[in-house]
């Protein structure tokens, strides 16, 4: 009955942990780096296909959000409950449930600490290329197949070529 008291202790610190977390999957603004590797448009127009010159270019850093990045992941979970089960191995008497909670806290951060570590973040780049027709069209791709600012660039499916 003891255990069983703890490892509700445990599941609910992890309840709390992933919804605490839950704040961080859906922050403005980052729809347009969900680090795929197809190119995608930061503005809210359709990337048009044609012809254009290349404006500027920017290095942006594509971020993971989202489970395993500013929130919860398998390793925050799992460091949970190793915690938690630590924790409750180690109190004794009405420390107990404090150990218990303490462990689930510190291995959920721990777990975190080591699950981001292991992610990497791509490079991309942001193009603003003002096409023929005077409009002005940005796109992020994880590639730049050596474009320079000033070349003549063709967008053709969403992803610019120099030509």
Do not use: W
Request: hydrophobic share 35%; charged share 15%; aromatic share 4%.
């Amino acid at each position: 009955m003891k255990l069983l008291t703890h490892v509700g202790s445990v599941i609910s610190v992890t309840a709390v942990l992933t919804l605490g977390a839950c704040e961080n999957m859906d922050m403005p603004g980052s729809a347009g780096n969900s680090g795929s590797a197809y190119p995608q448009s930061t503005s809210s127009n359709r990337i048009h296909s044609g012809y254009g010159v290349v404006q500027s270019i920017e290095l942006v850093r594509q971020g993971n959000d989202g489970i395993g990045g500013s929130g919860i992941g398998v390793g925050t979970i799992a460091g949970a409950v190793v915690g938690g089960i630590v924790g409750n191995q180690i109190g004794q008497g009405q420390g107990n449930a404090a150990a218990t909670v303490l462990g689930a806290a510190g291995g959920a951060y721990a777990g975190h600490e080591i699950e981001k570590r292991r992610q990497q973040s791509a490079d991309a780049y942001r193009f603003t290329i003002r096409m023929n027709d005077g409009s002005y069209q940005t796109l992020t791709q994880t590639t730049n197949p050596n474009i320079r600012v000033g070349d003549r660039v063709m967008i053709e499916n969403g992803v610019a070529r120099r030509y």
